[in-house]
């Protein structure tokens, strides 16, 4: 009979439940973060999330790219970030014991804005180290014109086996050779009054001139672009037939980048939210599920025992909530390593106090009833009347309430991070906010760095309110409409 009362109380609150359109949007809503956080290593990469902190990892995404789709608003198109490493090799027998390898990157440029660097990174593989490789790279332009960019021998390399191995990593906007070549190439087309403007190839931005039209203001950034067809010739001469290159790429840094873009440390924050989703659900849910469930269990055991344990408990609950919780963190962070299990563990712990006074309200009225009496007089032992009667009488509150207080939760641990003692060993929206506002994200009009997580926050958060109201409004008889 009673797993039949069970069942009919679960459809009687279903039945209510549908009704709630609020309650069902949020329901909805929380199954997509639920899914998305399952399937976070589908949607994301795995790798992401342990090089998070990794910077090297990030090192070849540009740096504060904004969306990709930032494109759709805005007059002028930006290129997209792209990462190539199919080329076409030529080999070619120069004579004496020298060999040039020729390695062509094909970039089809249609775009209004250039990317913000080119680079060029691999490995070569030597066996005389008296005679390293010599690296050549320039640039052939749809025009038909060639800019050099790059030329010297390779830096040493480490020592394997019978052979070395130098790493490659040529930066367009950082090598003198380029910025003093693109001056060159660009002061041939531009006006005396422009060439005033420009008085050395330090003030020249090498991709503007790489990307743009032979005409004047071809060194001021306010030429054409030039689209169609680059190719990016990299000659590497060799001093033993042995020699070869590998693992090569070229990276056109683009203005936009993925779903979120980048920040400072070319963090893809696509990533970081993803991932963060899942500790912001485990976060808020764990520390709604023991803070209710520890004011629940202390506030009708209060009510139940009454005369002095009673009024001792209470004053014990209002003594827990004057602790200055910020403080308290702060003390711990200072006394051990900030850690996400530390802030989840202090927050159940001092979040119980407010569940507490309602449950010990409800549960002087509880006590009360006849079946409680009834299970007195019957011998009943103290702890089963308490959680065998009186406990399940306030769970519908306590669920609205868990759902309630996800929000808080989330809002607490974004705080804290915000503030620089949150756990940096692990992702979280709060971090993310953290190096934003450290590195003046706001100041700066990188808005992508801040309102996404910022966004993320709100939306967990508005979710578990929706539902909170609804099963309150559902299983509380005093909120129910008439």
């Given amino acids: 009979m009673r797993w039949e ?18 309650g069902i949007f949020g329901v909805i809503v929380l199954a997509i973060l639920l899914i998305t956080a399952v399937f976070a290593p589908l949607i994301a990469t795995p790798e992401a999330k342990e090089n998070w902190r990794n910077m090297a990892y990030w090192d070849e995404n540009p740096v504060n790219a904004p969306p990709a789709w930032m494109n759709y608003f805005t007059s002028k198109d930006m290129c997209p970030h792209v990462i190539m490493d199919n080329y076409e090799e030529k080999i070619t027998d120069l004579g004496g014991g020298i060999k040039q390898d020729q390695l062509i990157f094909v970039y089809n440029y249609k775009y209004d804005i250039p990317p913000t660097d080119l680079t060029f990174k691999g490995e070569l593989v030597y066996y005389n180290s008296s005679k390293p490789p010599t690296i050549n790279m320039s640039i052939l332009r ?47 087309f531009e006006t005396e009054e422009n060439l005033e403007k420009v008085l050395s190839p330090d003030f020249v ?10 005409e004047p203001g071809i060194l001021l950034e306010s030429a054409d672009p030039l689209k169609g067809e680059y190719k990016l010739l990299i000659d590497v001469f060799y001093f033993d037939e042995r020699d070869n290159t ?14 979120l873009g980048t920040e400072k440390n070319r963090r893809d924050l696509f990533q970081g939210i993803v991932w963060g989703l899942r500790w912001a659900l485990a976060l808020g849910l764990l520390v709604a599920v023991f803070s209710v469930g520890i004011g629940i269990a202390f506030g009708i055991t209060s009510a139940y025992l009454g005369g002095w344990k009673d009024e001792l408990m209470q004053r014990f609950n209002e003594g827990v909530a004057s602790l200055p919780f910020l403080p308290i963190l702060i003390l711990v962070a200072a ?16 979040y119980w106090t407010g569940t507490a006074k309602v449950a010990r309200s409800m549960g002087l009225q509880i006590k009360e009833e ?30 609205a309430n868990m759902a309630l207080s996800v929000p808080s939760a989330l809002l607490t641990e974004a705080g804290l991070s915000f503030l620089g003692l949150g756990d940096t060993t692990v992702i979280t929206w709060g971090q993310i906010l953290y190096d934003a506002q450290f590195a003046g994200a706001t100041l700066k009009g990188l808005w992508w760095w801040v309102i996404p997580p910022g966004l993320a926050i709100a939306i967990v958060g508005l979710t578990f309110v929706m539902i909170g109201t609804a099963l309150d409004t559902v299983l509380n008889p005093k909120m129910k409409r008439m």
């Avoid at 931005?205 to 032979?214: D, E, G, H, L």
């Avoid at 590998?246 to 779903?259: C, D």
């Fill in 246 to 259: 590998r693992s090569a790429k070229s990276i056109f840094a683009g203005k936009v980048y993925g779903l």
């Fill in 5 to 22: 009362d069970t069942k009919q109380s679960i459809k009687n609150f279903l039945f209510e439940f549908r009704h709630q359109k609020i």
């Fill in 205 to 214: 931005k090498p991709m503007s001139v790489i990307f743009s039209k032979t």
């Fill in 370 to 399: 006849t079946y409680v009496e009834a299970a007195r007089c019957l011998g009943a032992r103290d702890r089963r009347i308490i959680i065998k009667h009186m406990i399940p009488q306030v769970m519908p509150y306590a669920f």
């Fill in 142 to 188: 749809p025009d038909g014109k060639t800019i050099k960019l790059y030329s010297a021998a390779s830096k040493t390399g480490k020592p394997e086996d019978d052979h070395y191995v130098a790493e490659i990593n040529v930066l367009v906007t950082a090598s003198d050779t380029a910025k003093k070549e693109t001056y060159n190439f660009g002061r041939d």
């Fill in 335 to 350: 006394a051990f390593k900030p850690s996400i299990w530390n802030i989840i563990i202090l927050m159940s712990a001092l």
